[in-house]
C-alpha cells in the first residue's frame, strides 16, 4: 500500500509561482508513474501532468510551458513546479500514483492507483 502526502500549496497572486511536493512512502517509488491532477468547484477532477518511470513526461495544454513535473527516486518525491500562475489554476491539487509501463504517463484517473489527500492552490487576480 502506497502512501502519498502533497504539500506546498497556499494562496499567490496571478503570475506568481508555487512548488508543489508530493511525498510517497510504502512502495518502490520508482516502479510507478506519478501524476499531479486537480479539482476546482463544481468541476471534474481533471489531469494535470504526469512522469513516467523513465522520466518522459506529458502536460494538459492548459499548463504545459507553465509547469514543470519532476520526479527524485532517490527522496521518494514527486514535484510540481508552477509558474506564471492564474486564477483559472485554482484547485485542491492531488497526487497519484500508477502501475504502468516504462515510459507510459497515464492521463485517465482510473489508470492510477493511489491517492493522497489534496493541498489547495488559490490564484488571487
Known amino acids: 500500500q502506497v502512501q502519498l502526502v502533497e504539500s506546498g500549496g497556499g494562496l499567490v497572486q496571478a503570475g506568481g509561482s508555487l512548488r508543489l511536493s508530493c511525498a510517497a512512502s510504502?512502495?518502490?517509488?520508482?516502479?510507478?508513474?506519478m501524476g499531479w491532477f486537480r479539482q476546482a468547484p463544481g468541476k471534474e477532477r481533471e489531469f494535470v501532468a504526469a512522469v513516467a518511470r523513465s522520466g518522459y513526461t506529458s502536460y494538459t495544454g492548459s499548463v504545459k510551458d507553465r509547469f514543470t513535473i519532476s520526479r527524485d527516486n532517490g527522496k521518494n518525491t514527486v514535484y510540481l513546479q508552477m509558474n506564471g500562475l492564474i486564477p483559472e489554476d485554482t484547485a485542491v491539487y492531488y497526487c497519484?500514483?500508477?502501475?504502468?509501463?516504462?515510459?507510459?504517463?497515464?492521463?485517465?484517473?482510473?489508470?492510477?492507483?493511489?491517492w493522497g489527500q489534496g493541498t489547495q492552490v488559490t490564484v488571487s487576480s
Open positions: 497519484a500514483a500508477a502501475n504502468s509501463g516504462y515510459s507510459t504517463t497515464p492521463r485517465l484517473r482510473d489508470d492510477y492507483d493511489y
Open positions: 510504502g512502495g518502490t517509488f520508482s516502479s510507478y508513474a
